[in-house]
């Protein structure tokens, strides 16, 4: 596996239940993303990890709960959520390297499409 | 966090150069510009940053204005595998000091056989 790998792919649910999206990078980074894309609005950025630690929440409702169990692993635990919800979850993942700072390139995965009923 | 500015679609005939243009005034010294592009809901892809120098790479080139106040994607020789949305980013930092990427609206390219 190589790059940025995000499961399921596609995922139905209700608002009462509780799941999980997951991502895993391969790419050695260190640094991790969740963007948020409904349907024709750009992507929104959700939160930013850095070295397995929160760096960025953009005000993301609580019923989103990221974890970051290690620098290659990426989740979205997801409970009680809307229907206004349902949208494309993208993880993304970088290389922060000290000093280098041009060097920094966003890889994305192909995303996990949520359709909350 | 700067802004940036794109036009919201554009056409451009197969084979001809395809010219992207973004306006992103509020940049400051050391922020970076990222293009990335989107074909129809996959994860969007890079292709090109750069400071204040022009750059260029097998997939684009950037020609960045001397203000830094805007900058312009030129795809060489459009295909129609090009047809995408394509999002100019001003890459910014969290107050912890993480890099951020914030997605505009993009411009939506067509390109015409």
């Known amino acids: 596996e190589t790059g940025v790998t995000q499961t399921p792919r596609h995922l139905v649910m209700g608002m009462t239940n509780k799941k999980s999206l997951k991502c895993e990078q391969h790419l050695g980074h260190n640094a991790m993303y969740w963007y948020k894309q409904s349907a024709k609005k750009p992507l929104e950025l959700m939160f930013v990890y850095n070295f397995k630690e929160q760096t960025e929440n953009n005000s993301v409702p609580s019923r989103f709960s990221p974890e970051c169990p290690n620098s290659s692993h990426l989740f979205l635990h997801l409970h009680t959520l809307q229907p206004e919800d349902s949208a494309l979850y993208l993880c993304?993942?970088?290389?922060?390297?000290?000093?280098?700072?041009?060097?920094?390139?966003?890889?994305f995965g192909a995303g996990s499409r949520l359709t909350v009923l | 966090d700067a802004k940036t500015t794109q036009p919201p679609s554009m056409d451009c005939a197969e084979g001809r150069a395809a010219n992207l243009p973004c306006n992103h005034s509020t940049i400051s010294g050391n922020e970076y510009v990222y293009w990335y592009r989107q074909i129809h809901s996959q994860g969007p892809q890079y292709i090109i940053h750069g400071l204040k120098n022009n750059e260029t790479n097998e997939m684009a080139s950037l020609i960045i204005t001397e203000d830094r106040k805007s900058s312009t994607l030129i795809l060489p020789h459009a295909t129609l595998r090009d047809t995408a949305v394509y999002y100019c980013i001003v890459r910014s930092r969290t107050t912890s000091g993480t890099y951020k990427y914030i997605f505009g609206t993009g411009t939506r390219l067509k390109v015409l056989a």
């Open positions: 993304a993942s970088s290389q922060v390297i000290t000093g280098r700072a041009g060097a920094n390139v966003l890889t």
